[in-house]
């Protein structure tokens, strides 16, 4: 078990749950962006540039979603290891990982060593 006082995982548990909600708000504002979801895209007779700008706009929003996405699993991930009271060990090593990592990073699965290894 982690060294961490209750205080600290309180805090790190409201700045999960506070950053959860924010980038499932941000995935709901882009979705609605998508220029694919509007309702009469399907029906219009739009020149060809159009459809070239509708692409590029779906593309960008989908990537943006995409990164939110795995972001958002992160920290579902990380309140998950909260609630089990794994909260702050590496998923890789077993280690703990550092106080000072978490508050940068709250959603950190690994510790630097094995972060740098899994990004090297
Ligand atoms: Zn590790």
Redesign the pocket.
């Known amino acids: 078990m982690a060294p961490f006082s209750k205080k600290f995982i309180d805090e790190q548990k409201k700045r999960l749950e506070n950053d959860l909600r924010d980038l499932l708000e941000k995935i709901d504002n882009l979705k609605k962006e998508d220029p694919f979801s509007d309702p009469d895209h399907a029906s219009d007779n739009a020149a060809v540039d159009t459809d070239v700008r509708e692409q590029v706009g779906h593309d960008t929003v989908e990537a943006q979603i995409k990164d939110l996405s795995i972001r958002a699993e992160d920290i579902k991930a990380a309140l998950i290891r909260i609630n089990k009271g794994k909260y702050g060990v ?6 703990d ?1 550092p106080q000072a990592r978490l508050k940068i990073i709250p959603e950190s699965a ?2 630097i ?3 740098k290894k899994l990004r090297a």
Request: aromatic share 8%; charged share 35%; proline share 0%.
């Open positions: 590496c998923q890789k090593c077993g280690k990982i690994y510790c060593d094995c972060e």
